[in-house]
């Protein structure tokens, strides 16, 4: 009796998963767009003197500038030292690697908000069209390429090609210091043909699942090639799958969980939906040799405390705060114009 009690209850919980998913999602995007307000707040009182108050900026907005954290790292790989000007952002990189390295890319499915977005939109077109649609293998793999095909870019330009001293250069740029600006004025001073790309990226995401993750996101990518050294994967359990095939009828990224000992794709994203639609309890989130199971409704807890935990101690060491004053912003910002321009 107890035991019916205790699945009954245990079931419920798994089944209330991915609405926990989706509501951590939308929490953690009105963190960033509060974020977003300070930042827009701090910038129009260099913009407007006089006229608009005083807020300090939120080192986290630095988090929107991963080409000049993949900058940073070959600028400390090089002997250059922790980045002094967006420090935050560089931490916050290194946080996300960590996380991608040791449970997957998680980060893409519950705390991304371009992933929640895409995700959201795919939802509204499931509703408005039936369902959504993958594209055919011979356009699904081809347009995969495209990610690593960017971020392959990416690297053998910073990575590769940039020298250690040009790198720091780039660093103490006036370009670098306000690359933050820079990147809040695009989305302010948005153009039409951006807004045109970005309405044809919407179109794309109702209507196949996933389309920016899927074969778009660079640093998407990039995390999946670091996930795949991961130690812990989904893990099948052969004894009690009953092939009912449901976990890859749940799967975002058209896994084929079903016949997987261990998903060792760099497409899982970590949602964990595929554990959530299994009726035979038959998967788990295991480390080695099918040890160390991790209890998915504690996932989102590591991934969160892993987070924290970076945050904490760049705060905590000094690497956090840009070297910056609001002598150098009031010189840099009213110069500002987005990239552009
Ligand atoms: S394999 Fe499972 S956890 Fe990975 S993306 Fe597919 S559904 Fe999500
Ligand atoms: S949903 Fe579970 S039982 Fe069904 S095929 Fe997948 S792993 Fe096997």
Excluded at 41 to 48: I, Q
Aim: proline letters at 5%; aromatic letters at 14%; glycine letters at 8%.
């Amino acid at each position: 009796m107890h035991q019916v009690k205790y699945r009954s209850i245990k079931s419920r919980l798994i089944k209330s998963r991915s609405i926990i998913r989706n509501l951590i999602q939308a929490g953690w995007g009105i963190f960033l767009l509060y974020i977003g307000w300070k930042f827009f707040r701090f910038v129009r009182y260099f913009e407007m003197p006089g006229a608009a108050g005083y807020t300090s900026r939120p080192p986290a907005v630095e988090g929107f500038l991963p080409i000049s954290a993949l900058v940073s790292l070959k600028s400390w790989l090089g002997g250059g030292g922790f980045d002094r000007i967006h420090p935050a952002g560089f931490a916050i990189f290194l946080g996300i690697i960590l996380i991608s390295l040791l449970f997957k890319k998680g980060f893409c499915s519950w705390f991304c908000p371009i992933g929640a977005l895409s995700e959201a939109l795919g939802r509204l077109g499931a509703r408005l069209f039936g369902k959504n649609h993958g594209l055919p293998k011979f356009l699904d793999y081809p347009l995969m390429a495209v990610k690593y095909s960017i971020l392959g870019f990416f690297i053998k330009v910073i990575l590769v090609d940039m020298s250690p001293l040009v790198a720091q250069s780039f660093q103490q740029s006036a370009y670098n210091k306000i690359a933050d600006v820079k990147m809040l004025k695009f989305f302010l001073e948005i153009g039409q043909s951006a807004v045109a790309i970005l309405l044809a990226l919407a179109l794309f995401s109702l209507v196949v699942r996933n389309f920016w993750c899927r074969y778009l996101c660079p640093y998407g990518a990039l995390l999946g090639i670091v996930a795949v050294f991961s130690p812990w994967q989904v893990t099948r359990e052969a004894q009690k799958c009953t092939g009912c095939n449901l976990c890859n009828k749940a799967c975002p990224n058209r896994i084929n969980v079903a016949e997987s000992r261990r998903v060792w794709s760099a497409e899982c994203s970590s949602c964990l939906d595929c554990l959530e639609a299994c009726p035979a309890e038959a998967l788990g989130y295991k480390g080695p040799g099918g040890r160390f199971a991790v209890d998915p409704r504690f996932y989102p807890v590591l991934l969160f405390g892993i987070y924290l935990l970076v945050v904490l101690v760049a705060q905590l060491t000094g690497h956090w705060q840009s070297s910056l004053t609001l002598a150098d912003y009031r010189e840099l910002i009213p110069q500002s114009t987005w990239v552009g321009h």
